[in-house]
Structures are given as C-alpha cells and as structure tokens.
C-alpha cells in the first residue's frame, strides 16, 4: 500500500516538473492526414512494418509490444531523445499495472492510462515520425487508425548558463541554450501576463527544426505578426540549424551593410523588447534569437544603461556612438590625411607621419591595408582556433603589427597606433562588427585614392543606405529621422528613469511607422 502511493506521488511529481518545462497542449483533436498514403492504418502490424521501413538500419529506433486485455499495443522510442525514467514511470508502469479495464483500451490510454498532460493524436503518420524525432513517446492500439504522441523529452542539453556575449556589471547573467522549451521559460519568468504568446512553427524540409514565435498579444502590432509568419512560410530550405539561415528571409534589404533583423541570447534583453510590441523568434539548436524589428540606435543600448544613473548611462552611449565613427572611418581619414591632403595636418604631427612612412618600403595606402588585413586574419585564427592555443595568437600577433613589424621598418608606428585605437573602438559596438569591418576597407579605400572628398562620399552613401531602410514598415533610424522628441528620451540620451519607465513606447507608435498605432488600452 506505501509503495503504490509512493509511486503515485512520484507520478504526480514527474508530471508537475514536466508542466514547468514544456506548456501543455490544448487541442487533443486527432490531426487528419492530407493523403491517403500519410494514414495510420488500423492494423498495428501494418504500422510495425512501415515503422521498421522507415527506421531500417537505426540502432536507436525501439519498439515495446503490450497487451492490454487481448488488445496489442506498440510503445516507439528513439534511444537518446527520451528521458527513460519519466517514460518507465508516467508511460511504461500505468501500462503494465492496469487491472480492469472496462472501457476500449484506446480510450482507457487518453482518459487515465497517461500520466502526462502534454500528449496529442493525430491520424498523420508523418506527424509521428515528427514527434518521435523530436523526443516524443508513440503509442499505437490494434484496430485504431490514430496516433497517441506523449512529451517524454529527455536529451542531453546544455544548462542554463552565462551568455558568451553583451556581458553586463549588474542585471541577470542568464543566457538561452539550445533547447527551445528550456528557453521559452526564461522568458514566462520574466513576464508574467496571460498576454504571452508563443506559437510553434516547423522549418526545414528535412531538419523539421522547432521555431517559436514569442510576443505579447495586448502590444503587438497584427500587421507586424502578419507580416512575420507570411515571411517565415516563405522559408524553403532543406535544413535549418541557426537562426542566421532565416535572416535573409526576414530581411528586406539584404545588399545593406546594415541589419534590420536582431540577436540575443539574452532572455532580459528579449523580454524588454516584445514588451515594447517586438516579436522574438527562438530557434532550437541555437542560443541565438532574433528580434524583429531592430533598429539602429538598439546597436548602441546595453541592459547596463538601465543599472546605472541616467548621466553615467548618457555619456557612455555618446562614447558608444563615438566609437562607431573612430572604427570605421579613422583610417580613412588617417590615410586621406596623410597620403593626399597632408596639409590640413598640425606641423608637428605631420613631420612624425613623415618621419616614419619614409622608413616603409610601401606607400601609406598599401601599408593601411596590409595591416588590416593582417589583424583580420589573426582575428579569425583566433576565433577558430582552441583556447588552449588563444595565447600563441597573441604572441604572433604582437610579433605582426606590433613593436617588431615598427623596428623592422614594415609598417609605420602611427599605423599601428590608429590601428589600435580602431580595433578597440569596435569592442563598444559588437552588434556593429560586421559592419565596421567592411566600413572601415571602404574608407580606407576611397581615402587612399580620392582622398577626403571620398571619406565624405562614402559617409553620404551610407547616411542615404540606413534612412531608406525600412524595418517591417518602420524606418531603421527612427526616431533620429524621422525626428521624435518624445522618443529620443532613450536613444542617444538618456533620461532619468522615473521619466523612461513611466510610460513603455511601442515600436509601431515610432515617427514614420507605416503599422497602425497603439490603442490607448494597450498603452
């Protein structure tokens, strides 16, 4: 008598924490098939015989047979995916203890032989060898053409850790895995309303990858929701593993430099994003999510901004601001300067540029881009390469475009310093590094040839690329152009906090948004 109300609370107990991880399915609705090739037949050993076809040659694919009162029963597994003891106690046990069952054993399996709220049917076949892929517990009864799919997920899986970028002083230090419903409730901690959504979508032809769609309904724009799933279900790939395999299919503008579709693995960073009517999208295998839409002064905010006093905070966007116009167009300008209009120099300093370019055998052009070049390549070994050997780059690295490239008359000492100062400019805008890696060639470029009037040619092209960029119907510069004084309140400076979080502002109520604005009950 102890040991079976033992087993029942440990029961109760695996179906309480499985709750927490995975949300429970509504609909209990058998799924119809789409063709008659794609039905589940009523004869169990017919569907014994398509599952080992399908399986032929996995060593682990496994199948348990019961019986239940005369009535054949197949349990399908694959080793690996399924957590073995949830499955033993809240499947296998409920099974093989039953003692009277009055009702058809199907029925009795839906009503009381499953002690697991997150289970679903379906008459599709394909749809089990979904489910089955992705974890999932398959039950089959002879002389039933549906289905029985049971949440029995138990894969290995990262834990919840700190992220490996934008690390902040203060505020969380949680960061997403690769497990999508280990993620989604990182989030569901963070706003706790009935108004968040999220919808599951299937992406890849072959990959079936898990997608979630996650947004507050009170806030969202339906327009902006409308447009996301009409781009997703444009999505035709064979596999998809990173959520930078959807990118160009969100993207409205894929020849800019710039990016209108952002990432974090930051579940605060997310959070505060679709509560200001963003959409999230969360993808499993990768801790990465986007965030649509993302606009260009969000590449400049950090969760720190909000820990620390408005005055503090303001400074540090101007130098974040700053840093992005020294790491793209320094070198330029540098080269500009010092090659063509060498007059518009200081004496002094343009005797010392003078004094060491005539100890390098190339002209300053070359020599600028062959030290950067230099640092990209030192930077990708790095990236590539174990840490255990991250210091043998350093080393090389200081022996390349450090002291012995100078004293070896390679490069010039004003080179490295602007390349230094360049190359740690970039640090305070991560988001940006793409970004200012191809900036930063062109200006060099244009400034080498064509001297300042290029520098100032290539600043327009790019101030007319990020204007005409239009973010899902909203403008990537809002609300510095189009202009709002309400709106600049968090942008470049930053006002005291009572006056920020007074009052949350949606993306769709952004100058220029061509979404339809708040109502004044979602405000």
Same mark, same amino acid.
């Given at each position: 008598?102890?040991?079976?109300?033992?087993?029942?609370?440990?029961?109760?107990?695996?179906?309480?924490?499985?709750?927490?991880?995975?949300?429970?399915?509504?609909?209990?609705?058998?799924?119809?098939?789409?063709?008659?090739?794609?039905?589940?037949?009523?004869?169990?050993?017919?569907?014994?015989?398509?599952?080992?076809?399908?399986?032929?040659?996995?060593?682990?694919?496994?199948?348990?047979?019961?019986?239940?009162?005369?009535?054949?029963?197949?349990?399908?597994?694959?080793?690996?995916?399924?957590?073995?003891?949830?499955?033993?106690?809240?499947?296998?046990?409920?099974?093989?203890?039953?003692?009277?069952?009055?009702?058809?054993?199907?029925?009795?399996?839906?009503?009381?032989?499953?002690?697991?709220?997150?289970?679903?049917?379906?008459?599709?076949?394909?749809?089990?060898?979904?489910?089955?892929?992705?974890?999932?517990?398959?039950?089959?009864?002879?002389?039933?053409?549906?289905?029985?799919?049971?949440?029995?997920?138990?894969?290995?899986?990262?834990?919840?850790?700190?992220?490996?970028?934008?690390?902040?002083?203060?505020?969380?230090?949680?960061?997403?895995?690769?497990?999508?419903?280990?993620?989604?409730?990182?989030?569901?901690?963070?706003?706790?309303?009935?108004?968040?959504?999220?919808?599951?979508?299937?992406?890849?032809?072959?990959?079936?990858?898990?997608?979630?769609?996650?947004?507050?309904?009170?806030?969202?724009?339906?327009?902006?929701?409308?447009?996301?799933?009409?781009?997703?279900?444009?999505?035709?790939?064979?596999?998809?593993?990173?959520?930078?395999?959807?990118?160009?299919?969100?993207?409205?503008?894929?020849?800019?430099?710039?990016?209108?579709?952002?990432?974090?693995?930051?579940?605060?960073?997310?959070?505060?994003?679709?509560?200001?009517?963003?959409?999230?999208?969360?993808?499993?295998?990768?801790?990465?999510?986007?965030?649509?839409?993302?606009?260009?002064?969000?590449?400049?905010?950090?969760?720190?901004?909000?820990?620390?006093?408005?005055?503090?905070?303001?400074?540090?966007?101007? *130098?974040?601001?700053?840093?992005?116009?020294?790491? =793209?167009? !320094? &070198?330029? /300008?540098?080269? %500009? +300067? $010092?090659?063509?209009?060498?007059?518009?120099?200081?004496?002094?300093?343009? *005797?010392?540029?003078?004094?060491?370019?005539?100890? =390098?055998? !190339? &002209?300053? /052009?070359?020599? %600028? +881009? $062959?030290?950067?070049?230099?640092?990209?390549?030192?930077?990708?070994?790095?990236?590539?390469?174990?840490?255990?050997?991250?210091?043998?780059?350093?080393?090389?690295?200081?022996?390349?475009? $450090?002291?012995?490239?100078?004293?070896?008359?390679?490069?010039?000492?004003?080179?490295?310093?602007?390349?230094?100062?360049?190359?740690?400019?970039?640090?305070?805008?991560?988001?940006?590094?793409?970004?200012?890696?191809?900036?930063?060639?062109?200006?060099?470029?244009?400034?080498?040839?064509?001297?300042?009037?290029?520098?100032?040619?290539?600043?327009?092209?790019?101030?007319?690329?990020?204007?005409?960029?239009?973010?899902?119907?909203?403008?990537?510069?809002?609300?510095?152009?189009?202009?709002?004084?309400?709106?600049?309140?968090?942008?470049?400076?930053?006002?005291?906090?009572?006056?920020?979080?007074?009052?949350?502002?949606?993306?769709?109520?952004?100058?220029?948004?061509?979404?339809?604005?708040?109502?004044?009950?979602?405000?």
């Amino acid at each position: 008598m102890k040991k079976s109300i033992y087993s029942r609370i440990k029961n109760i107990i695996s179906e309480v924490k499985y709750k927490e991880e995975t949300p429970p399915v509504v609909d209990k609705k058998p799924k119809e098939p789409d063709s008659p090739q794609d039905a589940i037949s009523t004869s169990l050993q017919d569907n014994l015989a398509k599952m080992a076809k399908l399986y032929e040659n996995s060593n682990e694919y496994f199948v348990k047979h019961l019986n239940i009162q005369g009535t054949e029963i197949a349990v399908f597994i694959l080793d690996g995916m399924v957590d073995k003891e949830l499955l033993a106690r809240a499947v296998l046990l409920p099974l093989t203890e039953q003692k009277n069952v009055e009702e058809p054993v199907y029925d009795w399996i839906i009503h009381s032989g499953i002690n697991i709220v997150d289970f679903e049917t379906t008459k599709k076949f394909s749809e089990l060898s979904d489910k089955m892929q992705s974890g999932f517990t398959i039950i089959l009864v002879d002389g039933k053409d549906i289905g029985i799919t049971i949440g029995t997920q138990g894969y290995a899986k990262r834990p919840v850790g700190e992220t490996s970028s934008r690390n902040v002083v203060r505020g969380s230090q949680e960061g997403f895995s690769e497990v999508v419903f280990q993620n989604i409730p990182l989030l569901r901690r963070r706003l706790k309303t009935p108004h968040f959504k999220t919808e599951m979508l299937s992406v890849g032809r072959t990959s079936h990858t898990k997608l979630c769609l996650c947004y507050l309904d009170d806030v969202v724009s339906e327009e902006l929701l409308k447009d996301v799933k009409k781009r997703l279900d444009r999505v035709d790939l064979d596999v998809v593993l990173d959520t930078a395999y959807l990118q160009p299919y969100l993207e409205k503008n894929p020849l800019s430099v710039f990016e209108d579709v952002g990432t974090t693995e930051r579940p605060d960073v997310l959070a505060a994003e679709l509560s200001e009517g963003r959409i999230g999208l969360i993808l499993d295998g990768t801790p990465f999510a986007l965030i649509v839409p993302h606009l260009f002064n969000e590449n400049f905010q950090s969760m720190d901004d909000y820990t620390h006093k408005y005055f503090y905070s303001t400074f540090i966007r101007i *130098l974040r601001y700053l840093s992005f116009f020294i790491s =793209t167009a !320094l &070198p330029g /300008l540098f080269v %500009a +300067l $010092g090659a063509l209009q060498y007059q518009m120099l200081p004496l002094g300093l343009l *005797l010392q540029i003078m004094q060491a370019e005539t100890q =390098t055998p !190339l &002209p300053l /052009l070359y020599e %600028a +881009l $062959g030290i950067y070049v230099a640092y990209e390549i030192l930077r990708e070994a790095g990236m590539n390469l174990p840490k255990t050997m991250g210091h043998a780059i350093s080393i090389v690295g200081a022996l390349v475009i $450090g002291q012995a490239a100078v004293e070896a008359g390679i490069v010039g000492a004003p080179t490295v310093i602007v390349l230094s100062i360049t190359v740690i400019s970039s640090f305070l805008t991560p988001d940006l590094f793409q970004t200012t890696t191809i900036l930063r060639f062109a200006y060099i470029i244009l400034g080498g040839t064509i001297g300042l009037y290029g520098v100032a040619l290539l600043t327009l092209v790019v101030a007319i690329n990020m204007t005409s960029i239009n973010s899902f119907g909203i403008p990537y510069t809002s609300p510095i152009s189009p202009f709002g004084l309400k709106e600049m309140r968090d942008v470049i400076f930053k006002a005291p906090e009572r006056k920020v979080n007074s009052r949350t502002m949606h993306v769709q109520d952004l100058p220029g948004s061509e979404l339809s604005k708040s109502t004044p009950q979602t405000k």
